[in-house]
């Protein structure tokens, strides 16, 4: 009997052991249904004005079910206040712009939108749209003047206690008539500036009524009613899903029936994996390993949009000794080999490179920069005699005695960088530095209090107007006189501030390309910060998935409406 | 029995109010700014003086610090167990929502443990000092020792080379669709199970060796029972009682255990929440979870002591 019981025992363990492993072993992991084609839509007649169609619309297939691997999920939904891709990756097919960058091609020319057409005055201050007739809110409300209003009032001026974060030099937004609306303008921009920054992803127009009723603040409104050609259908912790629309204003859009934004973390192996694997269509913001298999991948495409974003990875703080002193700041930049610090970072992120302080054409290219004093290799041992020279200019002949306080954000490319940096100078200028690693929010309070000597990392969200992005990063606010919000170095500079003035306003190219080319020596001469490296973002997706442009272009925000897209499947 | 009763239910009261106040300081300690998490870098930055006191008042992060830990009791007391800071839900959506992923990888922890452990336990105490005793010591003692963790990412990788593994990216419900249910909580809780199941042999035998020297036992056989009954019904039930504390506490760790071997798995439980929330210091979501694992273990213990008297009729309470 004890045989028998042992016997038994062994067998019932070594069952259920087995059992286990082929369950977990067999079968694919869950995978979104893929819900049936839906009819065609009919073509835009002749005469209409225009409709965005995809690249190859000819040969589109339609319906089915685009599984996007989603940077988030969105910590709230107020987009006006987001500078988050989590909320413009996953709330913009559900709004529609007033005008919008062409997501097909990567120039991003501006094509029509909820505005139809457009004039200027001749003095380039006054912008009138014609706005589309016959659209509807997902709510059944019908879109006016009155929302487009409403939308770049709570944008321009937001409500106390509401936060905006889009910079537009727009003075007033008048409505004419239900379907007319005009721009007033702050002050002088280009067409193509202005225009693209009112394209950008995050102006998305919703209703008068809705943000009447929620008093502009969105924050908790995960469903405000868009004109967009995706509907909201329902949001888990995992994902969010949203439902093609069937009164959508563009005969030709959208492509496919259900889009669903899975939330899985950038760069991580994750979300390759989940790519890689087929889980997903679609990925944004893929990791370095992830991102070559795609390239190598035969049925698979990836592609790099650059970032809008001026990106320094150590900053001096200007107002604190020795770091007021431009001759200490330069031999600092000088004594760190800023491709090798290029080269560290792309670990992490593929797409960062080593770039000028302005990006071209005001800046020099990456190629450029790499033939010339002090980034050719050749010109290092030069570089580094010149750093200890303006060392011991600045009375630092042999270093400094004391240890300044070097406060790095938490995160793998941040940790390695400030490592790099921190042994460089140590060695070669006899500078010394105490890391001091923090969490990302702390860092900010950092920034904000301007308690450090030098912090990584901070990247000055961008948008299509150059100049606003100059100004937050490094400039002063106008309408308060003080340093801008993003200008956590302290930086002060006369001259740069009357040229970055002039530039902004500047509507002929030559003089304005003058001007920045202006702006970006008197950083290169000043340098209030190193390290800068500009990045961009990977994505990869299935060959099924049609319509996406092969290369990229400058800014991915506008580019997520995802109409222009179709499954071949 | 009712006495007792109420006895640990008026002791549940201050065991949970300490795990509060512990979560709660522990939470305060830890550096980082709120309004970064939920408006990013440059919206936090970006705030004036004005709007960043408004909206600190708003989440009431200005007011005292025992203002803050009434409010959270109270919120918990009506059923509000707060909102994520970096994702627009609220706690009690990640609860509903992966809690039973959790929940299901811990209950097949604990019967895994139990059918595998069981056995191993009766082989090796029905055949002292054979190989199959050396074998099966050994196989408990080697699970014990091997973190849960490590062996879960020894499994994935060999699932990855295999059998092409993909790790789930949504959660699949037992009533939505059980096979692949299945396939998603059977690695997590295959993994814990074993770690457990060394445990259990390790109890089951030393409670088998003891009671098989009871005279009880040894009056059933001497009374002429099959060997089979003498083991199932006289010795292995009497050997029953610790195994049933030790799984009980097995439900606990089981929870909070499934923090690595989620991670590792890739599997969307409640873990995999604690994970991400603690590396994003999500405050409300890691002091509210925590407080459920604690609650959970708690409650689990509550009723692990008021089964031991209808296990065992010679217990009483009173």
């Known amino acids: 009997m004890e045989r028998w019981l042992c016997r038994a025992s062994a067998i019932l363990g070594l069952v259920v052991l087995f059992v286990l492993v082929l369950i977990i072993a067999y079968g694919s992991a869950p995978q979104i249904a893929v819900s049936p084609a839906a009819a065609q839509t009919p073509a835009a007649k002749s005469g209409e004005p225009f409709y965005l169609k995809a690249i190859d619309h000819e040969k589109a297939k339609r319906g089915g079910t685009l599984r996007l691997a989603a940077h988030g999920p969105p910590s709230m939904f107020d987009i006006y206040a987001s500078g988050t891709i989590a909320n413009v990756g996953a709330q913009a097919p559900m709004y529609d712009l007033l005008v919008r960058q062409d997501p097909r091609d990567p120039k991003l020319p501006i094509i029509p939108s909820l505005a139809t057409s457009w004039t200027i005055s001749p003095d380039g201050m006054t912008y009138t749209f014609k706005l589309r007739q016959g659209v509807k809110f997902h709510d059944g409300t019908d879109f006016e003047a009155a929302d487009v209003k409403a939308t770049f009032d709570r944008i321009v001026f937001p409500p106390p206690n509401l936060i905006s974060l889009r910079i537009l030099p727009i003075k007033e937004t008048i409505v004419r008539d239900r379907y007319t609306v005009e721009m007033k303008l702050s002050e002088p921009r280009d067409s193509y500036t202005f225009l693209a920054a009112l394209a950008g992803g995050w102006n998305v127009i919703t209703s008068k009524k809705a943000l009447d009723q929620h008093k502009g603040d969105l924050k908790q409104v995960d469903n405000f009613p868009g004109t967009g050609p995706f509907m909201y259908k329902s949001r888990t912790t995992e994902s969010w899903e949203q439902v093609r629309n069937p009164n959508y204003w563009n005969p030709n859009a959208p492509y496919v029936d259900r889009i669903v934004h899975v939330w899985l973390k950038a760069w991580t192996p994750e979300l390759g994996a989940a790519l890689l694997g087929g889980q997903v269509d679609w990925a944004m913001w893929l990791d370095p390993s992830a991102y070559q298999k795609v390239k190598a991948s035969a049925n698979m495409s990836g592609l790099v949009w650059l970032a809008p974003n001026l990106s320094s990875w150590i900053g001096f703080n200007n107002d604190r000794e020795p770091f007021n002193d431009n001759r200490v700041r330069r031999a600092l930049h000088l004594a760190l080999d800023q491709d090798a610090l290029s080269k560290i970072t792309q670990q992490f992120d593929p797409t960062v490179q080593m770039a000028d302080y302005l990006p071209p054409p005001y800046g020099k290219t990456y190629e450029e920069l790499m033939k010339e004093y002090p980034y050719a290799p050749a010109t290092r041992d030069k570089a580094i005699a010149d750093a200890k020279k303006l060392m011991a200019e600045a009375g630092h002949p042999n270093g400094i005695a004391k240890t300044f306080n070097f406060v790095v954000r938490e995160s793998p490319q941040n940790r390695q960088l400030a490592a790099y940096a921190q042994a460089e100078w140590e060695r070669l200028l006899g500078v010394k530095t105490n890391l001091e690693v923090v969490q990302v929010s702390a860092m900010v309070d950092r920034q904000v209090a301007g308690t450090f000597d030098i912090i990584s990392h901070a990247t000055c969200l961008g948008g299509a107007d150059l100049s606003a992005t100059i100004r937050a990063c490094y400039g002063v606010n106008k309408t308060t006189g003080k340093k801008s919000d993003s200008n956590f170095t302290n930086f002060k500079n006369a001259e740069f501030n009357k040229t970055l003035d002039q530039f902004s306003v500047e509507v002929d190219p030559q003089k304005k390309l003058q001007l920045g080319r202006q702006l970006n020596q008197i950083l290169n001469s000043e340098m209030p910060n190193t390290g800068v490296l500009h990045n961009g973002r990977a994505y990869g997706w299935h060959n099924n998935v049609r319509g996406l442009p092969k290369v990229g272009g400058n800014s991915d925000y506008n580019t997520y409406q995802w109409d222009f897209v179709w499954l071949d499947k | ?318």
Not at chain 2, 164 to 191: F, R, S, T
Not at chain 2, 282 to 296: E, I
Not at chain 2, 311 to 316: A, F
């Open chain 2, 1 to 318: 029995m009712r006495t007792y009763l109420a006895r640990r239910l008026l002791l549940f009261i201050p065991t949970v109010l300490g795990v509060t106040i512990v979560i709660f300081t522990a939470m305060r300690l830890l550096p980082g700014d709120p309004l970064v998490a939920i408006f990013g870098l440059e919206g936090a930055r970006r705030m004036t003086v004005e709007q960043r006191t408004n909206l600190e008042e708003a989440l009431g992060l200005r007011d005292p610090f025992v203002v803050q830990y009434g409010k959270w009791l109270r919120d918990i007391g009506t059923g509000d167990f707060g909102k994520s800071l970096l994702r627009g839900d609220s706690v009690t959506q990640f609860v509903l929502r992966r809690g039973p992923i959790t929940l299901e990888i811990a209950v097949i922890a604990t019967l895994i443990s139990w059918m595998v452990g069981f056995p191993v336990g009766i082989i090796s105490t029905l055949r002292p000092n054979t190989w199959m005793d050396h074998a099966s010591r050994m196989f408990s003692i080697l699970f014990v020792a091997i973190p849960g963790f490590w062996l879960g990412l020894v499994a994935v990788l060999a699932l990855i080379l295999w059998f092409d593994y993909k790790a789930p990216i949504l959660p699949v419900y037992p009533w939505e669709n059980p096979w692949k249910n299945l396939q998603m909580v059977a690695g997590p809780g295959l993994v814990l199970g074993l770690g457990f199941a060394g445990f259990v042999a390790r109890i089951v035998r030393s409670s088998l060796v003891e009671v098989i020297q009871e005279d009880y036992v040894r009056t059933a056989r001497a009374k002429g029972l099959q060997e089979q009954l003498v083991i199932v019904r006289h010795a292995l039930r009497n050997a029953l009682l610790p195994v049933i504390t030790w799984s009980s506490l097995f439900l606990g760790v089981a929870l909070g255990g499934s923090v690595a071997v989620e991670k590792a798995f890739g599997v969307p439980g409640l873990g995999l929440t604690m994970i991400d929330a603690i590396l994003d210091r999500d405050l409300p979501v890691v002091q509210n979870l925590v407080l459920l694992y604690a609650l959970v273990f708690v409650v689990v213990n509550l009723i692990t002591d008021m089964s031991y008297a209808w296990l065992d009729p010679r217990i009483r309470y009173d």
